[in-house]
């Protein structure tokens, strides 16, 4: 009896044990913020080899025995945050360039590859970096035209990063981006990511974060795009086009306004962007702003060659006239804007997609159109990613508009 008294002891402080283990082992891997690089941007930019070579120090190789890949050297440039210093309200926003304003501490360093340059990067800071709230990816045009393979690589691999962070192309060199001093923000990153997530909201921008683009890019019918970005003399940024890809190479970049065609062929609403519209002679113009955006894509094959038919319907206001002599009362005239508007929108999104057909970036995804409603046609003539690319030029399309005038404002007589 007393034996059996004991087992039964013996199995309570067991299960005792047994749940509170769990609870004393949380934090046998912690790191606290302090011990922590928090590295909020990285941009990404080539480098001369020669002076690249003498710049750096043999950290993942050795001449002698362990050689380095023979290939074009970058220089990477990362953007940490200064414990202390962010700021945790609006009252204490604002730019500055002093050493008590500063918030942000930006090192840059060359490498063979992204890895190496990172850890060329790690062995000059005491803290370890950390990923987590990087935010902004920024590499300059030279490189996203030699390919990102090993960009995207790095960072897919890495698994601190968040997919809702932003990879960006900037016209000329990506690390002036990490440098700048914005007056509206005072870290840097924060400022571009907001100038992306406002240009969503405002439908100047389509939803493009970097989750999205690796997604994009490794579909059969489909090329991913990253926003185009060019700073200004003010140190602010202008989001100048999308940068479009076949594979992982830029081959091309649209103007600003025809991210416009972009997010009127998608349907994305709402609609942010306006037009002139030129009623008679030079003078005689009005400016429209887009509200609401629709579009329904059909696919057809016609003589072995898929052909699409477009389908646009977009609802906008009348915000401005540029004479006294039009009268924007009159129902005629608003008929006229309207047919104006169509005529001329067909021809601006056939040439947005011929723009495209060129390079055989198909960033539209109407490869993924014919592979969900055509897949025996698939399965049968393209079936992989680079046999798209080549249908895709030859691809037909036939755009419909239809335009609707909502609103022409209001106005005292």
Known sequence: MLRKRAWIKFIKIMCCISIVIPFLTGCWDRLEIEE???????????????KAEQEEDEVSHVHESIPAPQKGMIR??????????????PGESGGGKGSE?????????VGHSIDDAIMNLQQQVSSRLFFGHLRVIIVSEAVAKKGLENINDYFRRNPELRRMAWLMVS?????????????????????????????????????????????????????GFLPYVEMKKEQNVEIKGLAYFVGDQMVGATKPFEIAGYLGIKGVSPAGYRRFIQLGGSSEMVMTNATQRKSKIDVQIKNNIPHFTVKLSMEFDVEEKLSEKIDINNPKLLKEIEQIQEESAVKFYMKMIKKTQVKGSDIFGFGEYVRARKPRYWNQQIKTA??????????????????????IGMKAK
């Open 76 to 89: 990477v440039a990362v953007q940490i945050a200064l414990p202390g210093r962010i700021p945790l309200g």
């Open 386 to 407: 680079e046999k798209w690319r080549s249908m895709y030029k030859e691809s037909t399309f036939d755009v419909k508009v239809s335009r609707k005038i909502r609103r």
């Open 171 to 223: 016209k000329g060199n990506a690390l002036k981006f990490m440098k700048a001093a914005p007056k509206l923000q005072r870290v840097p990153t924060l400022y571009l990511m907001t100038t992306l997530d406002e240009g969503i909201r405002l439908g100047k921008f389509p939803k493009d974060y970097i989750g999205i683009f690796w997604s994009n890019e490794s579909k059969k019918g489909q090329e």
């Open 101 to 109: 304003s500063q918030t942000v501490w930006v090192i840059e360093v």
């Open 36 to 50: 922590r690089a928090v590295v909020l941007g990285v941009s990404i930019d080539t480098a001369d080899t020669e």
